[in-house]
């Protein structure tokens, strides 16, 4: 006996289903007339009916693929609907979203909601398919330039015909370089040396960049076998600010991160960027010649400086502590390059974000109309003992005074100089000299009865030192 072949399944794409169900309503045709027109069973008709209004639904939404005949519904369907939310957000702004931003995106909404997911590209390539991404011209994004190179310099992103109000406070980003006397103590400006620091924040104050310090000095002793990548700020060997290579390190950073953000210069800035390459994902807005608004308010600079101050002499005080006798001007001369740079972190990493965010708003460079109350006084740290709520403040504003008798204002030591500042050469301590550090450390807190909650923050340092040990 022959057996007979098994029907082959004929499934329906959406287009088809819609003129399934047309027929039922327009026409006098039973499911089984329809099926045998279609060419496929009577009960899978009967299916296409009772999801009548999904199938509408995905029709009426232009979103789904009309040629698709099966949808398979994703296991990780929030991330699905969060990515296509992005993704409509990124149409409308003409951003030029690719499949890298797409998988970074994907990953990005699944860590923030909790989920153990990692993006691939058969994921990307399904999740375009479900959602009708790609296909069709309607779908195609504008890109951010025009197809013709730009010609050299900001010419072409100038004359762009934006403002704060295409971005939102998140995506408003501005920048100032400062003088930074790092090793200046009250009353003894002698031994002082300047370093250049560029900060950068959004008008929101919820995301600042990397502290960027640069001095004359082409390798500081100080920086001897450290690395670089691990360090909370940056050094340049140069008093002026690297913008291009800064630049480009920010374009790249808001590329991986999928955003599109203005940054704030000023315009004497902009005229000196003659050669810079095109920038996809930071739109430079260079503030009017004749404007005394700075890019980055001044309450925010002022505010890190006070605190650079504050930590430092709270550094010091320290050092004198240990050390009977020492002179808060000797215990300054042995502040190097590095400690300047930690000493800066830590005083960014302070500045609180209401600050940023109402000081955006009063100067105008950020949406709002009404900046949020925030206290002047909470800006500056507490005074440091032994100074007087007015010798701080003008401490806090060094470098803005005309240069005295005695006092540096740039780095023009000579490497003999530098050497008996820093101290002899000391080598890179080796795991053995961290671990006993550690030691030290925590048997100082036992005998000195810190709070409890103190060494919960030593226990993190302590298992971080212990893995980077077991490397």
């Not at 011209?137 to 197809?147: E, I, K, T």
């Not at 390190?249 to 050669?275: H, K, P, W, Y």
């Not at 709002?368 to 206290?375: A, D, M, V």
């Amino acid at each position: 006996m022959e057996l007979s072949s098994k029907k082959k399944l004929h499934a329906l794409s959406l287009a088809e289903k819609i003129q399934v169900l047309e027929l039922l309503d327009e026409s006098k045709m039973s499911q089984s007339e329809v099926a045998r027109r279609f060419q496929v069973s009577q009960p899978q008709i009967s299916r296409i009916c009772k999801n009548k209004e999904k199938l509408l639904a995905d029709w009426c939404s232009g979103t789904a693929n009309r040629e698709r005949k099966r949808k398979r519904e994703s296991k990780y369907s929030g991330i699905d609907e969060a990515l296509l939310c992005w993704y409509h957000i990124a149409r409308a702004k003409a951003w030029d979203v690719t499949g890298p931003m797409l998988l970074h995106k994907a990953k990005e909404l699944a860590d923030i909601m909790g989920q153990d997911f990692v993006p691939s590209i058969g994921w990307l390539v399904r999740w375009k398919r479900r959602n009708n991404v790609g296909f069709g011209a309607r779908h195609v994004l504008a890109p951010s330039f025009p197809p013709e190179p730009p010609p050299p310099g900001l010419t072409s992103q100038a004359q762009l015909p934006l403002s704060l109000k295409d971005f939102s406070p998140e995506d408003v980003f501005g920048c100032a370089e400062l003088p930074l006397l790092y090793r200046a103590v009250p009353g003894n400006l002698g031994a002082c040396d300047q370093l250049q620091v560029l900060l950068c924040a959004n008008s929101r104050g919820t995301e600042k960049r990397q502290v960027l310090l640069g001095g004359l000095q082409a390798a500081p002793r100080c920086f001897f076998g450290v690395r670089s990548e691990a360090l909370p700020a940056s050094y340049h060997p140069d008093l002026g600010v690297p913008w291009l290579e800064w630049l480009a390190q920010f374009d790249r950073d808001m590329g991986q991160q999928g955003r599109q953000v203005a940054l704030l210069l000023a315009a004497r800035v902009v005229e000196g960027l003659a050669g810079l390459p095109g920038l996809y994902h930071v739109k430079l807005l260079p503030l009017a010649a004749s404007s005394t608004t700075p890019p980055l308010p001044s309450s925010v600079v002022r505010a890190f400086k006070a605190h650079y101050r504050h930590r430092l002499l709270s550094k010091l005080a320290a050092i004198q502590s240990d050390r009977d006798g020492t002179l808060l001007a000797e215990a300054a001369a042995g502040i190097t390059v590095l400690d300047a740079l930690h000493v800066a972190s830590a005083a960014w990493a302070k500045v609180p974000p209401q600050l940023i965010f109402s000081s955006f708003v009063q100067e105008g460079l950020a949406p709002g109309k009404t900046p949020p109350s925030w206290h002047k006084a909470s800006e500056m740290p507490p005074v440091p003992g032994g100074l007087s709520l007015e010798e701080f403040s003008r401490f806090v504003d060094l470098e803005g005074e005309e240069p005295g008798p005695g006092v540096c204002k740039e780095e023009t030591g000579t490497e003999d100089e530098e050497r008996d500042r820093e101290g002899a050469f000391e080598p890179p301590p080796t795991k053995a000299d961290a671990l006993r550090a550690l030691g030290t450390l925590r048997r100082w807190f036992e005998c000195n009865s810190t709070s409890p909650e103190l060494f919960e923050k030593f226990y993190d340092c302590e298992e971080e030192v212990e893995r980077l040990c077991c490397l």
